[in-house]
């Protein structure tokens, strides 16, 4: 039996946000190169190298068959920004892996093209496929001793999976550089975006695109920093340099292809410049841009707002029409900064930058920044901030588990609308479960009933390639030649696609929040995944312990029974040997709630309060800065529970302070809008066990309605995983009723209901 409850559709209220729903993409995952970038090649500049990652050189992702030689070269190459490239002396053949291999099908098109010279007239061959099965090919001319650009198509024939293979005969000398292989599109031009990928994008209707990060966009210092002159142009002329994330930017995703992604997808674009300071996990810290370069740097954000919608008689506006863009762009955001910590440096830089902007360009709204978490010392001084400047934005940020979600559906409702505006830019439940993604689902609904205050919101990270994630949760995985949407992907689609002009009041009738208790019983464990831990002067309420020691790919220590509503442990730590500090268990196993304590945790930077529930973890209190755990030097730890709150003691100092969030989950959650001529967008979230009947009334007396209902549901809270495909896929269906109708919640579901008047 299903249990019935009443959901009121009230009068209308506020106009809905009408850009709330987007996009954010950084290039993290090889979510660009490998991933949304058509170019199949991998390494075709011979520009990556050590500084990229350990091992990898200018011929990473070639191999060499044949006796003849491969000298990587740096004298007179292409371009100084493509500084790398080989001397090829045959008899051989260079061959390209690409991402996971190239895929070939029957009349699918290739333009296979490089920079290529040679003292003597030479012919080459390149082919698609294997030594023994070639699936694709042409004969490649060489006749220039100058650098020369040399493009040709390669059809196809058969389909198979191969790789490019560059076949050069014997005796013959050549240098090849810039190589590209791009699929050919239906007008017989090469391929920007992955088509796939794109069309992904493009079915999440997307109010507008966030890019280029993130970290991306401030650098790991200030040599890596974004800047977006050095990304235009030629593909063989732009920087290219380390992604912060660990890989090789090759830029050929630069800002003018984000643009244009933006006009494919129907998006306004909202560049994130960096305020002037690098990345504050940077060594050394968030360096400034030097005050000698400070005029030029201003001038460079100021340029990209001319450059995005300046006419063709300006400076800018006519370098975008030389690009093939005559037309502006329609930029209206900016964002300036990334989760940045308030220095004084960043206070500076970040005021002459908005002050430059909105003096030159007031019709520019810009956004601020406010940390990386969603309260904590970062939210607090950025918000201050932004008060005290009174800038027009705010972006938060939060990556926080299902609990969390559930417990602030309403948290916009205390924020000031006469304060700035929010942008949510970067947010996700911490998992691909269906869990998660109801969990994403109720809060989004609590960001639609305040758009007095809540203007933007994006989920991250948005792509991620099978095998090669530095992060997930995700929203869309991919291989080669698969697309594999998560839940999440779903819900963003389900909230892209049905939107409403006008937010309604709703009242639910016969649902509860569910409560939210501390564990009674569990157990305190000692672990240090990255370190030797020695454990002295043990004392668990008031009982002296054994020492202990913990190691990597240990099960950790485990201490014995405790009450985690009261605990007082106290002991000394010191590392023997490794890279980070050491973790303390205080609560039953998963998916029982639990407290993780963490000493010297992400790079051995911070101590942090870390909350699971139901299998899913987040800080729940910090991260705080913290100078690290030092080889050989004693660390002396107190942690002390009593009810919901916590004290974590180190080496005399109280560092986290705080209680735990015993608010309801609001697990039942539903909204409301309406739109033209008595049309009416309602959505509903059952994350719970329960089989729910949602009996919805409408205002006014409507009448026989009919509703086109869009369903997500038939998996258990904990199926989906990182890099699958969702568990669940919406379902369409009808229904109908008089003045409003009936609607069949299943366990674990999330509804979309677009009603109109019947007849």
């Not at 942008?423 to 996700?428: C, K």
């Not at 304590?597 to 699971?612: A, C, D, E, H, P």
């Not at 030092?630 to 986290?656: C, Y």
Request: contains cysteine.
């Amino acid at each position: 039996m299903s249990e019935r409850f009443t959901v009121r559709v009230g009068a209308p209220g506020a106009d809905a946000a009408p850009d709330l729903w987007g996009l954010f993409i950084e290039d993290l995952n090889d979510a660009l190169d490998g991933g949304l970038n058509a170019e199949l090649t991998r390494n075709g500049d011979f520009e990556f190298n050590e500084a990229d990652r350990e091992g990898w050189h200018a011929l990473t992702g070639w191999t060499v068959e044949g006796s003849g030689t491969v000298e990587v070269r740096t004298d007179d190459p292409v371009h100084p920004n493509n500084s790398h490239y080989v001397r090829l002396t045959g008899p051989l053949t260079l061959v390209n892996e690409g991402w996971d291999g190239i895929a070939v099908a029957p009349g699918r098109k290739f333009l296979l093209s490089l920079f290529a010279r040679s003292s003597e007239n030479q012919r080459l061959t390149a082919v698609i496929g294997s030594a023994a099965v070639p699936l694709a090919g042409s004969e490649v001319f060489v006749e220039s001793i100058e650098w020369a650009r040399e493009e040709m198509e390669l059809g196809t024939g058969m389909p198979g999976r191969g790789s490019l293979r560059i076949e050069v005969p014997a005796f013959a000398v050549v240098d090849l550089d810039c190589v590209s292989l791009r699929p050919l599109g239906a007008d017989g031009e090469p391929l920007t975006f992955r088509p796939d990928l794109l069309a992904a994008l493009q079915e999440l209707k997307p109010s507008f695109i966030r890019f280029p990060g993130g970290c991306l966009a401030h650098g790991y210092g200030l040599d890596n920093m974004y800047h977006w002159k050095r990304t235009i142009g030629p593909r063989h002329e732009r920087e290219q340099i380390r992604n912060t994330w660990g890989y090789h930017q090759s830029r050929q995703i630069g800002y003018v292809e984000y643009f244009e992604l933006c006009l494919a997808t129907g998006a306004t674009p909202i560049p994130i410049v960096a305020a002037g300071v690098c990345c504050q996990n940077s060594p050394g810290g968030p360096h400034p841009i030097p005050e000698s370069e400070m005029d030029a740097y201003l001038q460079d954000v100021l340029d990209l707002v001319e450059f995005a919608n300046g006419g063709t008689d300006t400076a800018w506006g006519a370098r975008r029409a030389e690009l093939g863009h005559p037309e502006p762009f329609g930029m209206r955001y900016l964002g300036i900064g990334n989760e940045d910590q308030i220095t004084d440096d960043f206070r500076d830089r970040y005021g002459r930058i908005e002050d430059a902007v909105r003096a030159a360009h007031p019709e520019i709204t810009v956004i601020g920044t406010s940390g990386p978490q969603p309260a904590g010392p970062d939210y607090e001084a950025g918000w201050a901030f932004v008060r005290e400047r009174g800038t027009p934005m705010v972006d938060e940020h939060g990556y926080l588990n299902p609990r969390w979600f559930h417990q602030n559906t309403d948290r916009y409702e205390s924020y000031d609308p006469a304060e700035a505006k929010v942008y949510i830019g970067e947010y996700a439940a911490r998992s691909n479960t269906v869990r998660s993604a109801l969990a994403e689902a109720a809060y989004m609904i609590g960001l639609e009933r305040r758009p007095e205050v809540v203007r933007l919101a994006s989920y991250a990270p948005l792509l991620a390639r099978v095998g090669h994630t530095q992060w997930v949760p995700d929203l869309i995985y991919f291989t080669a030649d698969e697309v594999l949407p998560s839940a999440s992907y779903h819900v963003q689609q389900m909230f892209g696609t049905e939107r409403g002009e006008r937010v309604h009041a709703v009242e639910l009738e016969g649902v509860q929040g569910e409560p939210v208790t501390l564990p009674e019983a569990g157990t305190a464990l000692l672990r240090s995944d990255r370190a030797t831990v020695a454990f002295t002067g043990l004392v668990l309420d008031g009982n002296p312990l054994p020492d202990a020691v913990t190691a990597p790919g240990g099960e950790g220590v485990l201490l014995g029974g405790i009450d985690p509503r009261d605990t007082d442990l106290e002991f000394t730590a010191v590392r023997r040997d490794g890279e980070e500090g050491f973790l303390v268990r205080l609560g039953p196993e998963a998916p029982g709630s639990h407290l993780d304590v963490v000493v010297g945790g992400w790079q051995n930077k911070s101590t942090v309060v870390i909350r699971g529930d139901d299998g899913i973890t987040s800080d729940d209190h910090g991260p705080l800065p913290y100078p690290g755990v030092r080889t050989g030097e004693p660390v002396r730890v107190r942690i002390r529970t009593q009810g919901p709150r916590v004290r974590v003691w180190v080496d005399g100092e109280l560092r986290h302070d705080y209680e735990q969030d015993l608010r309801p989950e609001q697990r039942v959650v539903a909204g409301a809008f309406s739109r033209g001529d008595g049309e009416y967008v309602v959505r509903l979230v059952n994350a719970t066990a329960t089989a729910r009947t949602a009996a919805v009334e409408l205002p006014g007396d409507p009448g026989p309605v009919t509703a086109a209902v869009r369903l997500l549901a038939g998996a258990g809270p904990d199926e989906g995983r990182p890099h699958e495909a969702s568990p669940v896929a919406p379902a369409d269906s009808r229904v109908e009723g008089d003045s409003g109708f009936d609607l069949e919640l299943p366990p674990w579901s999330f509804a979309t209901a677009v009603v109109q008047r019947s007849g």
